[in-house]
C-alpha cells in the first residue's frame, strides 16, 4: 500500500535558519504529492503540490521537489520566520490505486525562536 | 467565500454514546472526505462522498458511518464510542468535478471529540 514517511521531529531553528525536512514515500502508481502546514487550533493548509517527477511545488518561500529517483519530496526554506512555526505534513494521493484520498505522514513539528 | 466550516468545535461523550459531526463544503465543491487525526499523529482517511453516495472508505469499522446531503453537506456518524475514539475529526472539500480528478482538498478546522 501507500505511506509517506517524515523526518523524525520536532524541529527547532533560529529566525534565518535554512530550513529542511524529509519526506518519503512509497507508491504503487504514480502519486501526487503535497505538503499541508497546520497552525494550533486549526485544520489543514495546502503549502505545496507537485503531480509528476520532477516537478517543483513552491508558495510563500517554501520549495519542495519530487523526486521520483529517490521517492522524496523534501521541504525546503531558505530563511525560515518565527511565523513559520507549525506542523508540516507530507502526504500523496495515488489516483490510479486509491483515488482522490490523501495518505499523510507523521508530522514534523517546526518551532523557529526569534 | 466562506471555507469548509465544521460544527461542533468541541464536544465531550461518554464510552457506547452515538456523535454526529457536520460539514459544509467550500462553495462550489461537491466531495467531501472526513479524516481522524489523534494526537500528534497525521490525518488517517475515514471516507469520501461525491453525489450523496460513498466513493471511497479507508481502514475503520462499520461504526463509523456518513452522508452527503443533496446541498453537498456531510455528517459523520460515529456509533458506540470508545476511548480510542477521541481525536480531531477533519472534514476536507475539494473542486467541483470528477472526485478521481487531482483537485486539492481544502480542510476545515475540525471537530474536537474527547471520549471520557
Known amino acids: 500500500g501507500n505511506s509517506v514517511t517524515q523526518m523524525e521531529g520536532p524541529v527547532t531553528l533560529s529566525e534565518e535558519a535554512f530550513l529542511t525536512i524529509n519526506c518519503t514515500y512509497t507508491?504503487?502508481?504514480?502519486?501526487?504529492l503535497f505538503w499541508y502546514v497546520q497552525y494550533p487550533g486549526e485544520g489543514l493548509q495546502l503549502l505545496l503540490k507537485?503531480?509528476?517527477?520532477?516537478d517543483k511545488g513552491s508558495n510563500k518561500g517554501f520549495e519542495a521537489t519530487y523526486r521520483k529517483e529517490t521517492t522524496s519530496f523534501h521541504l525546503e526554506k531558505g530563511s525560515v520566520q518565527v511565523s513559520d512555526s507549525a506542523v508540516y505534513f507530507c502526504a500523496l494521493s495515488d489516483l490510479e490505486t486509491s483515488g482522490s484520498r490523501l495518505t499523510f505522514g507523521e508530522g514534523t513539528q517546526l518551532t523557529v525562536n526569534p | 467565500d466562506a471555507g469548509v466550516t465544521q460544527s461542533p468545535t468541541h464536544l465531550i461523550k461518554t464510552r457506547g454514546q452515538q456523535v454526529t459531526l457536520r460539514c459544509s463544503p467550500k462553495s462550489g465543491h461537491d466531495t467531501v472526505s472526513w479524516y481522524q487525526q489523534a494526537l500528534g499523529q497525521g490525518p488517517q482517511f475515514i471516507f469520501q462522498?461525491?453525489?450523496?453516495?460513498?466513493?471511497q472508505r479507508g481502514n475503520f469499522p462499520d461504526r463509523f458511518s456518513g452522508h452527503q446531503f443533496p446541498n453537498y453537506s456531510s455528517e459523520l456518524n460515529v456509533n458506540a464510542l470508545l476511548l480510542g475514539d477521541s481525536a480531531l475529526y477533519l472534514c476536507?472539500?475539494?473542486?467541483?468535478?470528477?472526485?478521481?480528478?487531482?483537485?486539492?482538498?481544502?480542510f476545515g478546522d475540525g471537530t474536537r471529540l474527547s471520549i471520557l
Open positions: 507508491a504503487t502508481g504514480y502519486p501526487s
Open positions: 462522498y461525491y453525489e450523496e453516495e460513498e466513493r
Open positions: 476536507a472539500s475539494s473542486l467541483l468535478g470528477d472526485p478521481y480528478s487531482n483537485q486539492p482538498q481544502h
Open positions: 507537485a503531480t509528476k517527477a520532477d
